[in-house]
């Protein structure tokens, strides 16, 4: 490291996002106590070195606290991860932001000013592009027996297969777990229909959508299946829609046990663009 203000505490640059100017009253501001940086010893401020437009809201860490040991735990990585957090939302109420992600440190100012300078077009158009939109996350959770039920309720093969079991025992498990296949293989086709009939109903009101990943319920905490898992960039007069539209999807699809849960808004982590290149 070649930077005075780093080096002698060996101490590295933390990034929490990059903003438009507006947001630097604010950080100048950012000293109440319920609002800390990811170490609490250092506080939220900006990069001296500024890019034209571009505002780098930084703070100071160890490098050596963000260890793989520390990483993995929850009692240290989950209260850095809300500190993270809160400084973003704060910047996001006044500025546009290009969040990044936890743990993201540069090993000097100057790196980090090498690094805006090469992404500063980049930065610049996603910025432009996020001012007054923020992401909305929709998950869809389904009780998967509910579904059966409906599914061989409303299933002309099904009913016919059922009807044409067997009385024999040995013959009639072989067609029952035939039925169970056939069953297994509707519920399927109907999720995939209904998850891609949500997606484009829900797209027309958003700027843009991402398809994020299906969690198990060890990670989701809840005892139905997740089914569905995206993120929509919206724009605020786009909300009242968007809200109406997931009302509807939930209300066509009643008694089925599909559930549709909204959440936000929230800084556009799933909408920014990749800038790796340049980080140490």
């Known amino acids: 490291m070649t930077d005075s203000h780093a080096e002698a505490a060996e101490l590295g640059i933390y990034l929490y996002c ?3 100017p507006e947001c630097l009253s604010l950080v100048q501001g950012l000293t109440e106590p319920d609002l800390h940086g990811v170490d609490e010893r250092y ?3 900006v990069l001296d070195q500024q890019e034209e437009g571009v505002v780098a809201v930084i703070g100071q860490v160890d490098p050596a606290e963000f260890s793989d040991q520390n990483l993995q ?6 209260p850095r991860a809300q500190r993270h957090e809160a400084v973003v939302e704060r910047i996001m109420d006044v500025s546009p932001v290009l969040p990044v992600k936890f743990g993201t440190m540069f090993r000097s100012r100057a790196s980090l000013k090498q690094f805006l300078d090469r992404h500063h077009k980049d930065i610049e158009q996603a910025l432009d592009k996020l001012r007054d939109k923020a992401e909305w996350s929709v998950k869809g959770y389904l009780v998967e027996e509910d579904a059966r039920t ?8 099904v009913q016919s297969r059922r009807a044409a079991l067997s009385p024999s025992p040995g013959l009639r498990y072989l067609q029952q777990k035939q039925l169970d296949a056939v069953i297994e293989a509707a519920l399927h086709a109907w999720v995939a229909r209904v998850t891609h009939e949500l997606h484009d109903v829900l797209v027309y009101h958003a700027v ?3 398809a994020l990943r ?3 319920s060890t990670v989701t905490g809840r005892p139905e299946r997740m089914v569905f898992n995206g993120s929509f960039l919206l724009a605020p007069a786009a909300l009242a829609d968007f809200r109406a539209a997931l009302s509807g999807q939930q209300q066509a699809h009643q008694g089925t046990g599909l559930t549709l849960e909204l959440r936000g808004p929230w800084p556009p982590y799933n909408f920014c663009p990749t800038l790796s290149e340049g980080k140490a």
């Open 18 to 20: 990059l903003a438009r």
């Open 43 to 45: 506080p939220v401020t």
């Open 73 to 78: 735990a929850l009692d240290w990585l989950g």
């Open 150 to 157: 409906i599914i061989a309720a409303e299933d002309a093969g």
């Open 208 to 210: 843009a959508s991402a």
């Open 214 to 216: 299906l969690h198990a």
